[in-house]
């Protein structure tokens, strides 16, 4: 359909193709914007996320009812609410929801509806920001909408001529951000939200001028393209991006924004209205905005990422980023040190949920859990989470290794590995760890190490298939009652183990499941026995890496493995660290889990020559 050069009206069918074309456009820079984002966050993901947000409504906007213009605008509004990522993507969501809004009665768009839609959806996107900034995305949505009214008042009809002025405007609102704001104009860079919007707007005008829809394919990032090199001091004094997509009937939104302005945060935007609401803040404590938005209404969408690891990638480019689930029992130290990507698991208490490790902590998990008459359930990451930590990793030049908990133990690895087949990109590999807590952790810290080395991808691989089988996990479980209420251990066992005052001890097997394999007698001397237990497993004149993990106990963690120290001081390392929430649920409080691993350091020659072959 070809546009005529004197356009009054724009048609529902007319509006459904030129957004297309916008959004088509904007995907094709999505690189750019990730270079040149250094507001509120140098974190690098302004393309991404704003890509991810569009194209939630390119999807929509295939099975659209294009006959009607108040619901094809409903739709764009809703879709870009469900994927909105990032500031720039809750801002725009607001911005599609405050035109859908000033839409209700329109059949077409004519010049002056455009204009007052244009207004509304600026004016959506200022009322959204808790502390709104000059020199950002909202500006150049103004300026666009105040060029179009300006026009109509100039007595403009021509929709075609009417919108070239305003882009026109757009641009110059667009280079005239660094005038407003000090860190643009320090890093020689414009806005990258008002620069994706301005490259929507492109895409729409190049179809007005030709009536075609491009056809736009993403290609990889090119990583030899220079990109501003930001200090940490770049970030807000907040480490997680926190987003919540909530539901009810007639959300208080106001409310809602001032529960959140009262936190320690930054960065907050409050978008949509109504029956749903999208919130982003950068915060160091998600659990707390969760808690917020689940009193306001029912909480449909929630995630917390690290800014601070996204904030490494933008220096370190091209490298392998190893990417786990919660269930490994990491030590913090070396998730920071080693760049690991942690994708949290899901718990539940009655309809309440919460991200392992990031809303829920293991002391406050422990402390509900003593206090509370439900017993908690566990969820694996829905894939998206996935696809968000692949996406944002290679559109940074990276391959991934996602390394889950074992397959015969959740689904997450089913999950991952259904994420990277559907986004069927060769860079992104899933190697199941057949293992899970401390046995999971140690094969991540190995294939993190190997890849900080330089390893190639198949070495890394390669290395893990050899280690794995030796890498072994053992957990000490003085309480099955919690395993029997979570329905993965039989009712008489526990009687027995009771009974007899046994603590059974259960390992991995190779393939991946996890199974007893003896028991401790007694309870007064039971962590000593276990040391032995143990030590009587690891290789005589081997180098062993130990890593324990607890389940609120802390001093028994310690006992043990000052215990196993001294019966095998042949050791590269020993980590004491809390057991993830979501083993807790299974384990309950009280249990110690040990992964043990023959180790030798990586040999960089041995992955060359597996690179030559």
């Known amino acids: 359909m070809t546009l005529v050069s004197s356009l009054v009206r724009i048609e529902p069918a007319q509006l459904h193709a030129a957004l297309i074309a916008g959004i088509a456009n904007v995907q ?244 949509g209205g109504g029956r749903r609401a999208r919130v982003h803040i950068h915060t160091n404590r998600p659990g707390e905005v969760f808690r917020i938005c689940a009193e306001i209404g029912e909480i449909q969408q929630q995630k917390a990422d690290d800014m601070q690891r996204q904030h490494g990638l933008i220096n370190q480019r091209g490298q392998i980023a190893v990417v786990t689930d919660s269930a490994a029992d990491l030590p913090a130290t070396e998730v920071d040190r080693l760049a690991i990507h942690v994708v949290p698991l899901r718990l539940f208490f009655g309809d309440t949920e919460y991200l392992d490790k990031l809303s829920m902590q293991p002391a406050a998990f422990y402390a509900r859990l003593a206090g509370s008459d439900q017993h908690p359930q566990t969820s694996q990451p829905p894939p998206r989470d996935f696809r968000r930590q692949f996406e944002l990793l290679t559109s940074h030049g990276h391959s991934v290794l996602a390394i889950p908990i074992s397959g015969k133990l959740s689904g997450t690895c089913q999950a991952a590995e259904q994420t990277a087949a559907r986004m069927n990109n060769p860079a992104i590999v899933v190697h199941d760890s057949l293992n899970a807590a401390c046995g999971q952790a140690l094969l991540v810290l190995y294939a993190a190490e190997t890849a900080a080395r330089g390893w190639p991808m198949q070495a890394i691989v390669d290395g893990l298939r050899a280690i794995g089988p030796v890498t072994r996990t053992y957990a000490l479980a003085r309480d099955l009652s919690w395993g029997v209420r979570g329905g993965r251990v039989k009712p008489w066992m526990d009687w027995l183990a009771r009974r007899l005052r046994l603590n059974p001890v259960l390992a991995n097997t190779v393939d991946g499941r996890l199974v007893a394999r003896g028991v401790i007698p007694g309870r007064t001397r039971a962590v000593a026995r276990f040391a032995r237990y143990l030590a009587r497993r690891m290789p005589r004149g081997r180098v062993c890496r130990i ?25 590269d390392s020993c980590w004491i660290e809390e057991a993830s929430p979501a083993v807790g649920v299974h384990a309950g409080p009280g249990s110690l889990i040990v992964g043990l691993q023959p180790w030798t350091t990586p040999d960089k020659r041995a992955a060359e020559r597996a690179e030559d072959a």
């Open 28 to 271: 094709s820079r999505r690189d750019l914007l990730n270079r040149i984002n250094v507001f509120p966050v140098a974190d690098g993901d302004t393309g991404t996320n704003l890509v991810f947000t569009l194209s939630s409504v390119g999807q929509r906007l295939r099975s659209s009812d294009v006959n009607r213009l108040p619901s094809l605008l409903d739709d764009v509004a809703d879709a870009a609410l469900d994927g909105a990522r990032g500031n720039s993507g809750a801002i725009i969501a607001q911005y599609f929801h405050g035109i859908s809004e000033s839409c209700r009665d329109a059949t077409t768009l004519d010049a002056r509806q455009l204009a007052v839609a244009a207004r509304a959806g600026a004016i959506a996107a200022w009322s959204a920001m808790s502390k709104p900034v000059d020199g950002t995305m909202p500006t150049v949505l103004e300026e666009f909408g105040n060029a179009l009214a300006e026009g109509v008042e100039s007595g403009i009809e021509d929709i075609r001529l009417l919108f070239q002025r305003a882009r026109s405007a757009a641009h110059r609102s667009l280079a005239g951000t660094p005038d407003q704001l000090a860190v643009l104009r320090d890093a020689g860079v414009v806005d990258a939200g008002g620069q994706g919007f301005v490259d929507f707007i492109d895409g729409i005008w190049r179809y007005v001028r030709s009536g075609k829809i491009p056809e736009v394919r993403l290609s990889p990032v090119d990583v030899s393209s220079p990109s501003p090199n930001y200090s940490m001091d770049a970030l807000d004094g907040h480490r997680y991006c926190t987003e919540c997509l909530i539901a009810g009937e007639e959300l208080p939104i106001q409310r809602l924004r001032r529960r959140l302005e009262g936190l320690d945060a930054s960065s907050l935007v409050v978008a």
């Open 547 to 571: 890593l324990i993990s607890h389940t609120d106990s802390l001093d028994d963690a310690r006992s043990l493995r000052d215990q196993l120290l001294s019966l095998h001081p042949e050791v």
